[in-house]
């Protein structure tokens, strides 16, 4: 009588819940936002001069964006619980980065030009991941991609003068657009938050190319590399 009552209770009590894995077949929708950072400047040659033409300097490196605002959406479908793949849209929109020369004369002559250059990104690409434990109740994962980058530069150049107490400005700004391939790879991990929703913390790696011989023939096309982290909140269905 005993031994039957205390089968009846344990087979009435809750079974413990257990973490649920990626599996084949399984989808996963995702959006993210975070922020970014340029990891190089071009190499392009700049020569200041000034009003006359006289020359205050040279630079062979400048930057083309400083912090940036990132986010986009994706699709996974997972054709084994190692890996998925897809398609994702993502975007950065970078900061000015300023570069900025000086020169002194007699006379309390100051001069002084600078480059601002904001840089935006806009990414279509395919994506994949590799799950390396699909079953864990935190997973890892290494996350990438390939696809096409719409990039647009706007370049301000301004020029300062003081020179006997009178001051001369000027400035002029230009934007182009360039469309390169662009890649990505990274590292990842997920948890599940409540039911089929996740969250999780993704870092990447990611190269684009931009054109610059649409601002001034002969400088060409330059590789930018850019860092950015993410938090990601997905839903798994």
Same mark, same amino acid.
């Given at each position: 009588m005993f031994l039957a009552v205390l089968v009846s209770l344990l087979s009435a009590w809750p079974a413990p819940t257990v973490a649920q894995g990626l599996q084949k077949g399984d989808q996963l929708v995702s959006v993210f936002v975070g922020a970014g950072g340029a990891t190089n400047d071009t190499s392009l040659f700049f020569d200041f001069r000034d009003d006359t033409g006289y020359p205050l300097g040279t630079t062979n490196d400048l930057g083309w964006g400083d912090e940036s605002v990132a986010l986009g959406a994706q699709y996974l479908y997972a054709v084994s619980p190692y890996w998925a793949f897809g398609a994702e849209y993502n975007a950065?929109?970078?900061?000015?980065?300023?570069?900025?020369?000086?020169?002194?004369?007699?006379?309390?002559?100051?001069?002084?030009?600078?480059?601002?250059?904001?840089?935006?990104?806009?990414?279509?690409?395919?994506?994949?991941?590799?799950?390396?434990?699909?079953?864990? %109740? +935190?997973?890892? @994962?290494?996350?990438? =991609?390939?696809?096409?980058?719409? *990039?647009? !530069?706007?370049?301000?150049?301004?020029?300062?003068?003081?020179?006997?107490?009178?001051?001369?400005?000027?400035?002029?700004?230009?934007?182009?657009?360039?469309? %390169? +391939?662009?890649? @990505?790879?990274?590292? =990842?991990?997920?948890?599940?938050? *409540?039911? !089929?929703?996740?969250?999780?913390?993704?870092?990447?790696?990611?190269?684009?190319?931009?054109?610059?011989?649409?601002?001034?023939?002969?400088?060409?096309?330059?590789?930018?590399?850019?860092?950015?982290l993410l938090f990601k909140l997905s839903y798994q269905f």
């Open positions: 950065n929109w970078f900061d000015g980065a300023t570069d900025e020369l000086n020169a002194w004369g007699g006379a309390g002559q100051h001069m002084k030009a600078e480059v601002d250059q904001d840089m935006d990104v806009h990414n279509v690409m395919a994506a994949g991941r590799f799950t390396l434990n699909p079953q864990g %109740s +935190f997973r890892f @994962y290494v996350p990438f =991609g390939a696809g096409i980058a719409f *990039a647009k !530069s706007t370049i301000k150049n301004s020029f300062w003068e003081q020179n006997s107490g009178t001051t001369t400005y000027t400035e002029a700004r230009q934007a182009a657009n360039s469309r %390169s +391939f662009t890649y @990505y790879a990274g590292l =990842g991990v997920e948890h599940r938050l *409540a039911g !089929s929703w996740l969250w999780g913390l993704e870092g990447r790696y990611q190269s684009f190319r931009f054109d610059y011989d649409q601002f001034f023939s002969g400088l060409g096309s330059e590789n930018l590399h850019y860092v950015t």
